[in-house]
């Protein structure tokens, strides 16, 4: 998995996330994953298709969803409100858009696909080619993990380059 994929999912998570939670996060453990998705809470898995394909998933632990939802609510959200689960999909939203917009900004094309409530325990394997990145970002509410999975796609990308001759 190229960096230059995930380096504008990192940077859109930690902006959105700093900008919608008012405070400074820090990036806590990053992984690479072969195993299937494991969800740990609340879980928005975003698929991107076109030059780049691939998923992002945002998992957040209930409280801290929670927690989340409240601060950008502006009163005490619970955790089974359904507003913590929008919030999540909201989340996810901006995120993915602002760093969708960044790999445009370098002439990638692609769609995105709306955020999904991801509710089963467990989520596809990556494929033989595609690790995720799994990394979670230290929030004064609390951990908000990230899954990405990236890679190119090559029939599109030959394509391209044969256009381009």
């Known amino acids: 998995m190229k960096m230059e994929l995930i380096q504008p999912f990192i940077n859109a998570a930690d902006a959105v996330m700093a900008e ?10 990053v992984s690479m994953d072969e195993e299937a998705y494991r969800r740990k809470g609340m879980a928005a898995i975003v698929n991107v298709s076109g030059d780049i394909e691939g998923r992002v998933i945002f998992d957040i632990e209930p409280p801290t969803a929670a927690r ?7 009163m005490e959200v619970a955790e089974t409100d359904e507003m913590v689960r ?3 999909c909201e989340l996810a939203n901006l ?3 602002n760093a969708i917009t960044s790999l445009n900004d370098q002439g990638f094309q692609f769609k995105i696909h709306p955020p999904e409530l991801h509710t089963a325990e467990h989520g ?3 494929s033989e080619d ?10 004064p509410a609390g951990n908000i993990y990230m899954n990405i999975a990236m890679r190119y796609n090559r ?3 030959m394509e391209r380059s044969a256009a381009a001759v």
């Open 20 to 29: 919608t939670l008012h405070c400074n996060t820090r990036i806590g453990d």
């Open 68 to 74: 989340v939802a409240s601060a950008l609510a502006g």
């Open 86 to 88: 929008e919030t999540v």
């Open 95 to 97: 995120v993915i858009g």
């Open 124 to 126: 596809i394997k990556s």
């Open 130 to 139: 595609t690790e995720a990145l799994v990394m979670y970002f230290e929030t």
């Open 155 to 157: 029939r599109r990308r």
